[in-house]
């Protein structure tokens, strides 16, 4: 606490508030009576409760409440502060917040007593950050330690005879740590040329003993990539509590490559990235202090090792079989290596899993079991040695050297030292290569590994070409299955036929016993079986499935199972839902013979082939409905055109007798209804025209122009009609009458009494120009591009001209021609209307 004897007075109080409330250093006024009368935003901000609340709140009160919690040794810091109001006394003192995430920031307090003013005699407090301040002198002081920690470590590690170099490091490593406060300190060293072992040693504040690590085994990285960055990572670690985070320095001397790492708070890793280069010193002097040692030692024995890789990988390469070569291949890597045991695992195909082949010395026992399927270092724990491999590493150890249960894995195989090379097959690790000595241990070398490593590359070559061929057979089998079955599913026929076909040919392509289709309910509920082919169908397939059915529940959702056993079934079947487009229709069950099962291959093939036979299922569902629904219409208009038929000729009769009764108004009447009931049979013949349109192909043959529109033109003896007549005949078939009858029809029709028809026939090379012109009320522009569409009417004076046009329009285009519609008196619509046609003349 320090005392200051410089009196403050504010006269001006709401500028006083209105400058310090932009402040961002915390200020808080209390009065004479102890009571809080104001405090700027960043004191609200700081103490964490508003003005308004604090307004009137003992000033002691608040000290306790709210700013002496959030301080370390807040107790003592309140304490202070309250004698200083008791002597009546300005008070200085540094305090820290600790702040969420363990950060921590240092601030100047100062509490001066008002000596004027209208709050007489209250104190006025402030809280300045000099966090960076202090940072900067713990920095200054820390480094400093670790100087002379460095200076004292690269004495320890110079002075100390090699045989004793492992102790010095963990001394250098604990001096390092408790040091400088942090939590872990552990270097990993291997040997950038492979020869033994990797080196760890590790300090650890929290634990008595290291964890296992990487102990034991030796890294080797292949290739060996140059311009590794010299400054060190921040590597997120889960340590003791969770809040530790790792800084990586890594080392790299003649012979040895590795990493120091030191493990510390959030709060430490700036002053370690900052001082990187003292850290690399210290990781420097160790490297060099275990070099020194290793210079040496290790024996090289690689000569008959390279003769032994070479005369396998040329009969490797050289060989058309794999099973029948593989034995002799093994033997020759463990003559030249001093292997007692030597095997290759392969894992290319992962539909049949892994494959093993094995060559053990006389004096040894197999090291692997007959039917092996599980690969030790792919065993729980071992999560590191699996990713290790499959990066493209080398793992080599004496057995001894081990932690312990790693180590009773390979004791159970009695194996003393033992190298693992990964096998690449088109840069992806497809199989191990593994080498074991029983009797004594070996201690491998890099030119070894590299030798073996050669061997290694030509197993791999030799598997990746086996795998190109795999996939060529599964793609070629792939199409085989998916354009057999979606052949068979495209062929014509019936539903019922197209299902037996499909099945059929899945039973050839499958090679299975039995296969059937179900098809589904409406509602999706249930499955009716519909076909079943193969030996004894009927008695390995039910006659319904449900959802209800749980091991089918999948399949009725669109998804397919293979390999179940359903209740009451003799083995296991797979089940693929048969989709057309959208919700299943049907499903398809395989039945498997014994333990068949189907590859991923086959069953990629079988949903491509399900989705194709599932569509045609759909179409030959919506075929049969279409056929239903024409059959139902064409029942429908065949009953109403007999039955109109019938009743207009009836009314056409009774009509006719009615209108030689009666005269006057009740005649004009009886001529009305006749008209009626003619249009009724001219719509009900139109409609029977169009249908044979639809439904008849058209048969063309040589007709008589001239006779056809002379018999036409007498059905309408009160009409003035002009014709010239031609010797020309045009392919047609019966049907052409219908052109001229609709045409004089509708001039007849629109054109009112005294209307005149035109008729002319011109020759055009190949074809026949007919005009059929009228002098009635013509077709404004504005209809002549529609008028030949289906229901469209030219006239509000009368109706149905479109249906006529349409079957004109139609008839003509059946026989090759084309129509168009023109004014009698060009550019004058309303003087009648010109309809112009082309029909091919008969040879």
Same mark, same amino acid.
């Given at each position: 606490?320090?005392?200051?004897?410089?009196?403050?007075?504010?006269?001006?109080?709401?500028?006083?508030?209105?400058?310090?409330?932009?402040?961002?250093?915390?200020?808080?006024?209390?009065?004479?009576?102890?009571?809080?009368?104001?405090?700027?935003?960043?004191?609200?901000?700081?103490?964490?409760?508003?003005?308004?609340?604090?307004?009137?709140?003992?000033?002691?009160?608040?000290?306790?409440?709210?700013?002496?919690?959030?301080?370390?040794?807040?107790?003592?810091?309140?304490?202070?502060?309250?004698?200083?109001?008791?002597?009546?006394?300005?008070?200085?003192?540094?305090?820290?917040?600790?702040?969420?995430?363990?950060?921590?920031?240092?601030?100047?307090?100062?509490?001066?007593?008002?000596?004027?003013?209208?709050?007489?005699?209250?104190?006025?407090?402030?809280?300045?950050?000099?966090?960076?301040?202090?940072?900067?002198?713990?920095?200054?002081?820390?480094?400093?330690?670790?100087?002379?920690?460095?200076?004292?470590?690269?004495?320890?590690?110079?002075?100390?005879?090699?045989?004793?170099?492992?102790?010095?490091?963990?001394?250098?490593?604990?001096?390092?740590?408790?040091?400088?406060?942090?939590?872990?300190?552990?270097?990993?060293?291997?040997?950038?040329?492979?020869?033994?072992?990797?080196?760890?040693?590790?300090?650890?504040?929290?634990?008595?003993?290291?964890?296992?690590?990487?102990?034991?085994?030796?890294?080797?990285?292949?290739?060996?990539?140059?311009?590794?960055?010299?400054?060190?990572?921040?590597?997120?670690?889960?340590?003791?509590?969770?809040?530790?985070?790792?800084?990586?320095?890594?080392?790299?001397?003649?012979?040895?490559?590795?990493?120091?790492?030191?493990?510390?708070?959030?709060?430490?890793?700036?002053?370690?990235?900052?001082?990187?280069?003292?850290?690399?010193?210290?990781?420097?002097?160790?490297?060099?202090?275990?070099?020194?040692?290793?210079?040496?030692?290790?024996?090289?024995?690689?000569?008959?090792?390279?003769?032994?890789?070479?005369?396998?990988?040329?009969?490797?390469?050289?060989?058309?079989?794999?099973?029948?070569?593989?034995?002799?291949?093994?033997?020759?890597?463990?003559?030249?290596?001093?292997?007692?045991?030597?095997?290759?695992?392969?894992?290319?195909?992962?539909?049949?899993?892994?494959?093993?082949?094995?060559?053990?010395?006389?004096?040894?026992?197999?090291?692997?079991?007959?039917?092996?399927?599980?690969?030790?270092?792919?065993?729980?724990?071992? &999560?590191?040695?699996?990713?290790? +491999?499959? !990066?493209?590493? =080398?793992?080599? /150890?004496?057995?001894?050297? %081990?932690? *312990? @249960?790693?180590?009773?894995?390979?004791?159970?195989?009695?194996?003393?030292?033992?190298?693992?090379?990964?096998?690449?097959?088109?840069?992806?690790?497809?199989?191990?290569?593994?080498?074991?000595?029983?009797?004594?241990?070996?201690?491998?070398?890099?030119?070894?590994?590299?030798?073996?490593?050669?061997?290694?590359?030509?197993?791999?070559?030799?598997?990746?070409?086996?795998?190109?061929?795999?996939?060529?057979?599964?793609?070629?089998?792939?199409?085989?299955?998916?354009?057999?079955?979606?052949?068979?599913?495209?062929?014509?026929?019936?539903?019922?036929?197209?299902?037996? &076909?499909?099945?059929?040919?899945? +039973?050839? !392509?499958?090679? =299975?016993?039995? /296969?059937?289709?179900?098809? %589904?309910? *409406? @509602?999706?509920?249930?499955?009716?079986?519909?076909?079943?082919?193969?030996?004894?169908?009927?008695?390995?397939?039910?006659?319904?499935?449900?959802?209800?059915?749980?091991?089918?529940?999948?399949?009725?959702?669109?998804?397919?199972?293979?390999?179940?056993?359903?209740?009451?079934?003799?083995?296991?079947?797979?089940?693929?839902?048969?989709?057309?487009?959208?919700?299943?229709?049907?499903?398809?069950?395989?039945?498997?013979?014994?333990?068949?099962?189907?590859?991923?291959?086959?069953?990629?093939?079988?949903?491509?082939?399900?989705?194709?036979?599932?569509?045609?299922?759909?179409?030959?569902?919506?075929?049969?409905?279409?056929?239903?629904?024409?059959?139902? /219409?064409?029942?429908?208009?065949?009953?109403?055109?007999?039955?109109?038929?019938?009743?207009?000729?009836?009314?056409?009769?009774?009509?006719?007798?009615?209108?030689?009764?009666?005269?006057?108004?009740?005649?004009?009447?009886?001529?009305?209804?006749?008209?009626?009931?003619?249009?009724?049979?001219?719509?009900?013949?139109?409609?029977?025209?169009?249908?044979?349109?639809?439904?008849?192909?058209?048969?063309?043959?040589?007709?008589?122009?001239?006779?056809?529109?002379?018999?036409?033109?007498?059905?309408?003896?009160?009409?003035?009609?002009?014709?010239?007549?031609?010797?020309?005949?045009?392919?047609?078939?019966?049907?052409?009458?219908?052109?001229?009858?609709?045409?004089?029809?509708?001039?007849?029709?629109?054109?009112?009494?005294?209307?005149?028809?035109?008729?002319?026939?011109?020759?055009?090379?190949?074809?026949?120009?007919?005009?059929?012109?009228?002098?009635?009320?013509?077709?404004?522009?504005?209809?002549?591009?529609?008028?030949?569409?289906?229901?469209?009417?030219?006239?509000?004076?009368?109706?149905?001209?479109?249906?006529?046009?349409?079957?004109?329009?139609?008839?003509?285009?059946?026989?090759?021609?084309?129509?168009?519609?023109?004014?009698?008196?060009?550019?004058?619509?309303?003087?009648?209307?010109?309809?112009?046609?082309?029909?091919?003349?008969?040879?």
């Amino acid at each position: 606490m320090a005392p200051s004897s410089t009196p403050v007075e504010y006269r001006d109080l709401p500028l006083f508030f209105a400058v310090h409330d932009t402040m961002d250093i915390p200020l808080l006024i209390s009065d004479g009576d102890r009571k809080v009368r104001w405090m700027n935003r960043a004191m609200e901000e700081w103490a964490d409760i508003s003005r308004e609340q604090a307004a009137g709140m003992d000033y002691a009160a608040l000290l306790r409440e709210r700013i002496g919690p959030k301080l370390r040794k807040g107790a003592a810091f309140v304490r202070d502060v309250e004698a200083a109001i008791e002597q009546k006394e300005n008070i200085r003192q540094r305090v820290c917040r600790e702040e969420e995430g363990g950060r921590e920031r240092w601030f100047e307090f100062t509490s001066r007593i008002v000596e004027n003013g209208a709050y007489l005699p209250g104190r006025i407090d402030l809280f300045q950050d000099i966090t960076a301040a202090v940072a900067l002198k713990e920095s200054e002081e820390r480094q400093n330690v670790l100087q002379g920690l460095v200076a004292e470590i690269s004495s320890l590690l110079t002075d100390t005879p090699l045989d004793g170099i492992d102790a010095t490091v963990r001394n250098a490593l604990a001096r390092l740590g408790s040091g400088m406060g942090v939590a872990r300190c552990h270097v990993f060293l291997m040997r950038a040329d492979g020869t033994g072992k990797a080196f760890e040693y590790e300090w650890n504040a929290a634990a008595s003993a290291p964890c296992d690590g990487l102990a034991g085994v030796t890294i080797y990285s292949f290739p060996q990539k140059d311009g590794v960055p010299d400054s060190g990572g921040i590597l997120q670690a889960i340590r003791i509590n969770g809040r530790l985070r790792s800084h990586a320095v890594p080392l790299r001397g003649r012979s040895l490559h590795g990493f120091l790492c030191i493990d510390a708070t959030a709060t430490d890793i700036p002053f370690l990235a900052s001082n990187h280069h003292l850290l690399r010193m210290v990781g420097d002097t160790v490297t060099t202090a275990l070099e020194s040692r290793e210079v040496d030692q290790g024996l090289r024995r690689h000569d008959s090792l390279c003769e032994s890789v070479m005369n396998a990988s040329g009969t490797l390469l050289r060989s058309g079989g794999w099973d029948e070569n593989m034995t002799e291949i093994l033997a020759t890597l463990a003559g030249g290596s001093g292997a007692e045991r030597v095997y290759l695992i392969d894992t290319s195909d992962a539909a049949e899993g892994m494959n093993l082949f094995e060559w053990h010395a006389p004096t040894v026992t197999p090291g692997f079991a007959d039917g092996t399927r599980e690969i030790p270092w792919h065993a729980e724990g071992m &999560e590191p040695w699996s990713a290790a +491999l499959s !990066l493209g590493h =080398v793992i080599t /150890a004496r057995t001894t050297d %081990l932690p *312990p @249960r790693i180590r009773s894995l390979f004791n159970a195989r009695n194996v003393a030292s033992f190298a693992i090379l990964p096998i690449l097959a088109g840069d992806v690790c497809s199989g191990y290569l593994g080498l074991e000595n029983c009797t004594a241990p070996h201690l491998w070398t890099k030119a070894e590994i590299e030798a073996l490593k050669t061997a290694a590359d030509s197993l791999g070559l030799m598997i990746y070409r086996r795998m190109k061929e795999r996939e060529a057979e599964r793609y070629n089998t792939q199409l085989t299955i998916i354009n057999g079955i979606v052949g068979a599913a495209s062929l014509p026929g019936s539903l019922d036929g197209i299902i037996r &076909e499909t099945l059929k040919k899945t +039973l050839d !392509l499958l090679s =299975v016993p039995a /296969a059937a289709v179900y098809l %589904l309910d *409406p @509602r999706g509920r249930e499955a009716q079986l519909h076909t079943a082919e193969g030996r004894e169908s009927h008695r390995l397939f039910p006659e319904k499935i449900a959802r209800e059915m749980p091991a089918l529940a999948p399949v009725f959702a669109a998804k397919p199972v293979y390999g179940i056993a359903l209740d009451g079934q003799e083995g296991r079947s797979a089940w693929i839902p048969l989709a057309g487009g959208g919700a299943p229709v049907g499903i398809m069950a395989v039945a498997l013979p014994g333990g068949r099962t189907f590859a991923t291959f086959e069953q990629q093939a079988l949903d491509a082939a399900a989705r194709e036979f599932g569509a045609a299922i759909t179409r030959g569902l919506l075929q049969g409905q279409l056929k239903d629904s024409i059959d139902k /219409a064409n029942l429908y208009l065949d009953i109403m055109a007999h039955d109109i038929k019938n009743a207009t000729t009836v009314s056409i009769m009774y009509a006719d007798m009615l209108r030689e009764i009666v005269t006057g108004e009740a005649r004009d009447f009886s001529e009305k209804l006749m008209d009626s009931v003619r249009r009724t049979v001219e719509i009900t013949d139109h409609v029977s025209t169009i249908r044979r349109l639809h439904e008849e192909t058209p048969l063309l043959k040589p007709v008589n122009l001239d006779t056809i529109i002379k018999t036409e033109i007498a059905r309408f003896p009160k009409t003035t009609i002009r014709y010239s007549p031609s010797s020309f005949s045009v392919c047609a078939d019966d049907l052409v009458s219908e052109i001229f009858y609709n045409l004089i029809g509708n001039s007849v029709k629109f054109g009112g009494d005294g209307v005149e028809v035109f008729i002319r026939v011109q020759e055009r090379q190949k074809e026949l120009e007919i005009t059929v012109e009228d002098s009635g009320p013509g077709i404004p522009d504005t209809m002549k591009n529609v008028i030949f569409d289906r229901f469209q009417r030219g006239s509000k004076k009368a109706t149905g001209r479109g249906l006529g046009l349409y079957i004109v329009r139609t008839l003509i285009e059946r026989y090759g021609g084309t129509v168009s519609v023109h004014d009698r008196v060009p550019d004058h619509p309303g003087q009648g209307a010109s309809i112009r046609f082309t029909l091919k003349k008969a040879v």
